[in-house]
């Protein structure tokens, strides 16, 4: 049995394999925990405030097929949106400390393991879902969306088409994107957010959004191809990115 190493606290937790792993998932959106301080802590104002319910035991199903590390953020996203740029997170001050430990558990992360593995081998995953009623038509009909800003935050070799192609021959309808945007005539919401686009500029490692559709993968009525897909992911990173 793989042994992990956790530092949690309140708002956020890491876990690192015992062998450091050249994967990190980062989980800013399945937060859900009634903060002791909501009454001193305004909502934000602007912005999606949904909760991206499964990611989370998705992420760490993963793990039993495949040592990667994990940073999740479990402050709700009524309160700060993890994948924003800071000005853009949360509207108390009270939030800015969490915010900075997130972001900083993923640049010690990107720190430590460019000075021990090949920067090409890197790969930060964000992990992300999808409600049936989403606006952004172009997710019809999906399991998986993943999201490269357009192939920008690919720096190397074709990681997200190696998984979106792993992920098809296992059955699921992936959407792998290209250089040119999917849908012109309205904002590409699914093309990759902050901290992908972050982390691939500033670290210089590639980063891949990964959108799941929430009604097949992450209710309590599709809680069994939830486990097959995590699963499926581990098994495709254990053939692609070795340890
Ligand atoms: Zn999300």
Known sequence: MEKFNTVCTDSVSSITSSVPSRVLFTVPHDGARPTKFASLISPRKNGITRRDRGTWSITRGVLRFFSADVVVGHESRKYIDYNRACQEAFESSLMAHTYARYHGMISRWADQRRKIYPIEELLVIDMHSFPKDRPERMCDGYDLVLGTAHRKTIL??????????????????????????????????????????????????????????????????????????SEDIGMCLSEYCGR
Not at 166 to 177: E, H, T, W
């Open 156 to 229: 190397y070799g074709q990681p997200d088409r190696a998984f979106g192609e792993f992920m098809r021959a296992r059955g699921y309808s992936v959407f792998i994107p290209d250089v040119k945007p999917a849908r012109t005539d309205e904002p590409d919401n699914f093309s990759g957010g902050y901290t992908v686009r972050t982390v691939a500029k500033d670290w210089h490692i590639n980063t891949l959004q990964i959108e799941i559709s929430e009604p097949k993968f992450c209710t309590p009525n599709s809680a069994l191809a939830g486990t097959k897909l």
